[in-house]
């Protein structure tokens, strides 16, 4: 079957791969624009449309997908179906109506659950056990259209975020192509997402990635991982942010309750407390410093046994 993909992230790139592997034919890729990237923020091409010009595909990167340019070229190009995996824009009627099979979407949440840009965060966040991803119809409302497959994933105690997305953007990958080979057979027919059990998952914002330290500490671990690494989360101590990398666990043994937010080292364990017991720092990154073991980061600090608080 003759395709355009779309796709813009690093967890899209298996997924191209996988249809580049596969008996259809990528006639060509969308992407978003090139945009700023690195410590001197120049322009650069998304990781997309890096592996499409190494593999030799015609690239295209409308500013908006609406465009009258862009829908003439597609039209051009005569895709059969349109397979989409974090385009991470909104794709115009006019323009899902080009394909006879329409554009088909690979979104890492069992929906109705996650709808919207952060699915694999807040699946993390609100402490899901399973998740998974589904191929479904695009359709006008965002991520609401029929489905045509699912694989499922357990979430482990120390998945963060990245960790998550790296698994199911390969176990994905595999579900889009078989969604593709269903539909090229004709043996594969969407169904109704349920009315019930619909949860939305709108981006996380760096603001939202600040800690609550007076939440109990399983939360505290699960806004941490559900923010490693993008938006990173992050804390104050004395004025100065302090960005977090996964704690290095919950303390169970009996050490004396700490305020939430409140420091204290014992030896090369470097505690914080939380809304219910510490927890154990693990990486931290000090404001224009490199990341580094929080043990490190205290010895420099010279915290002393206990007193600084974060917030």
């Not at 410590?39 to 030799?56: F, I, K, M, T, W």
Request: hydrophobic letters at 45%; aromatic letters at 4%; proline letters at 9%.
């Amino acid at each position: 079957m003759r395709l355009v993909f779309a796709g813009t992230p690093e967890a899209a790139v298996p997924s191209l791969d996988a249809l580049l592997a596969s008996e259809h034919e990528v006639a060509a890729v969308v992407t978003r624009p090139d945009a700023p990237a690195g410590r001197g923020l120049r322009l650069a091409p998304s990781p997309v449309a890096q592996h499409a010009e190494s593999a030799g595909i015609e690239v295209l990167k409308p500013a908006r997908p609406g465009q009258p340019e862009f829908l003439d070229r597609l039209r051009q190009i005569g895709p059969a179906c349109c397979a989409v995996t974090a385009y991470g824009a909104l794709i115009p009627q006019r323009a899902l109506d080009v394909p006879e099979h329409g554009w088909v979407n690979l979104h890492f949440s069992l929906l109705p659950a996650w709808r919207g840009a952060a699915p694999v965060q807040h699946a993390i966040l609100h402490g899901d056990d399973v998740t998974g991803a589904t191929t479904f119809q695009i359709v006008a409302e965002l991520d609401a259209g029929p489905v045509f497959g699912v694989v499922t994933e357990p979430i482990r105690p120390s998945d963060t975020a990245g960790d998550l997305l790296g698994r199911l953007a390969v176990s994905g990958a595999r579900l889009l192509v078989a969604t593709m080979d269903g539909i090229e057979s004709g043996e594969l027919a969407a169904r109704p997402q349920p009315a019930e059990g619909v949860s939305l998952a709108p981006k996380i914002t760096p603001e939202e990635a600040r800690v609550r330290w007076s939440d109990p500490a399983i939360a505290v671990s699960r806004q941490v991982r559900a923010c490693t690494p993008a938006p990173g989360a992050w804390t104050v101590l004395d004025g100065a942010r302090v960005k977090l990398w996964p704690f290095a666990g919950i303390v169970r043994d009996g050490q004396d309750a700490l305020k939430p937010g409140q420091l204290r080292v014992l030896g090369s364990r470097v505690l914080a407390g939380t809304g219910t017991q510490p927890v154990e720092l693990g990486d931290v990154q000090p404001q224009g410093k490199r990341r580094m073991l929080a043990a490190d980061w205290a010895r420099g600090l010279r915290l002393g046994a206990s007193g600084a608080v974060l917030g």
